[in-house]
């Protein structure tokens, strides 16, 4: 394992390296969300790896990574992620490198797959790569189990994450290769997309592929379909519950996103008095305890109003701020130069289907990126990632011998 930050560092901070810029600087440019200038230079902390033990891993090792990323304040800040090598001697231009993205948590530091035993549950999933001969990087992004806030579906955050902790791994660990794909389910499609956006920022490591798996896109439009399904009241309480509790919990984790880069956002405000209860548990709990928690709420509010705007007032989702933050955050506006590859089941209620056909649309129409799409039947917003699984892996396979 190597101890210097030198090889990954970019080439084109060489020279501020060479100036004698203690632990080394990086440039932050003002596109994708940052409010720093192009000409900021920020010190660059060193990285920092630890041996830890994950019980479900077939890892032949497996590491803590403390990394250094350009924040959302234009600040340097330091993140963990997950290093996962094989078992068994490197190739001989090392091992590739998949960088997992992982699906939406919480914004509370509890929520970080780095402090949990099974990386949230992603690591039975994980031993798909490793079997099939690649290290694993996987980040928790900004501001979860580390300072600050963690800025919800902030696309350039999320990318440089992806994209700062893979540059980091290669250049502590001797035995993996500069080439990389990233690979991401949900919220981690989002980052996944994010992160070959902005890959050409790391020009240290080379992007081979993306595999976005059912990812977050078009939030404006969706959010308006389940607030469709919340107020038919001629819907059975069944099928409106379900859809205001994804709603809610979509909406508050996004009002997070907006206050983390936002100074002038007053969170407790958006939540208001009613809302104040959900709020302390964003700050506490993990997604499936919160949607817990809106469950004994959601129907008390539906049968009482006809909506819960007694929780969170529709108003503030729908505010101005909170209508910029996710149209500037959204993928597929800029163009990715490595094969994409969009999966998305069919009966998925989370991420809609129109939703990834919109995206693939963008993408191809805007920007020219043009990436595949692979839809599955049956399968829903959780079982997408292993009924996937060996379409993505022959697709990344088949990127990166192509290469």
Same mark, same amino acid.
């Given at each position: 394992m190597k101890m210097s930050? =030198?090889?990954? &560092? #970019?080439?084109? +901070?060489a020279m501020a390296v060479l100036a004698g810029c203690e632990g080394g600087a990086y440039l932050v440019s003002d596109d994708a969300g940052t409010n720093a200038s192009a000409e900021t230079v920020q010190p660059l902390p060193q990285t920092v790896v630890r041996a830890v033990p994950l019980a479900g891993s077939d890892a032949g090792s497996s590491y803590l990574m403390s990394y250094p990323m350009p924040g959302v304040d234009g600040q340097s800040s330091t993140e963990?992620?997950?290093? +996962?090598? #094989?078992?068994? %001697?490197?190739p001989e231009d090392g091992w590739p490198v998949i960088a997992w993205a992982h699906p939406t948590t919480g914004v509370a530091d509890a929520c970080a797959p780095s402090a949990s035993a099974d990386l949230r549950g992603a690591d039975v999933y994980l031993n798909g790569w490793l079997a099939a001969g690649y290290a694993v990087v996987a980040p928790d992004y900004e501001g979860l189990g580390t300072d600050g806030p963690h800025p919800y579906l902030n696309l350039a955050s999320e990318g440089r994450a992806v994209n700062y902790a893979v540059e980091a791994a290669v250049g502590e660990f001797d035995t993996f290769s500069s080439r990389y794909a990233v690979v991401g389910h949900s919220q981690g499609g989002h980052a996944a997309l994010g992160a070959g956006e902005l890959a050409a920022e790391n020009p240290g490591i080379e992007l081979t592929a993306v595999v976005a798996v059912a990812p977050v896109s078009q939030v404006d439009t969706q959010n308006q379909a389940l607030e469709a399904?919340?107020? %038919? /009241?001629? &819907? &059975? &309480?069944?099928?409106?519950? #379900? =859809?205001a509790i994804q709603r809610l919990l979509f909406g508050s984790l996004i009002l997070h996103g907006v206050a983390g880069v936002d100074e002038t956002f007053d969170l407790a405000s958006a939540f208001g008095g009613s809302g104040a209860p959900l709020l302390s548990a964003l700050e506490t709990n993990c997604l499936e305890d919160l949607s817990g928690i809106l469950a004994g709420s959601v129907p008390g509010a539906l049968l009482l109003g006809g909506d819960t705007d007694s929780i969170i007032d529709s108003s503030v989702i729908a505010s101005a701020p909170v209508a910029a933050y996710i149209a500037n955050n959204e993928p597929g506006r800029a163009a990715i130069a490595a094969p994409v590859l969009?999966?998305?089941? +069919?009966? /998925?209620?989370?991420?809609?289907?129109?939703?990834?056909?919109?995206?693939? =649309?963008t993408?191809?129409?805007?920007?020219?990126?043009? #990436? /595949?799409?692979?839809?599955?039947? /049956?399968a829903t917003h959780s079982s997408i990632v292993a009924d996937g699984f060996s379409d993505a892996l022959n697709f990344v396979t088949g990127a990166f011998a192509a290469e």
């Open positions: 930050i =030198a090889k990954w &560092l #970019p080439a084109t +901070l963990n992620a997950i290093v +996962l090598v #094989p078992q068994g %001697d490197a399904v919340v107020g %038919d /009241d001629s &819907l &059975l &309480l069944t099928e409106r519950v #379900p =859809a969009l999966q998305q089941g +069919l009966a /998925d209620t989370t991420v809609f289907p129109v939703s990834t056909n919109a995206l693939r =649309a993408m191809t129409q805007v920007n020219g990126t043009a #990436p /595949d799409l692979l839809t599955y039947t /049956d």
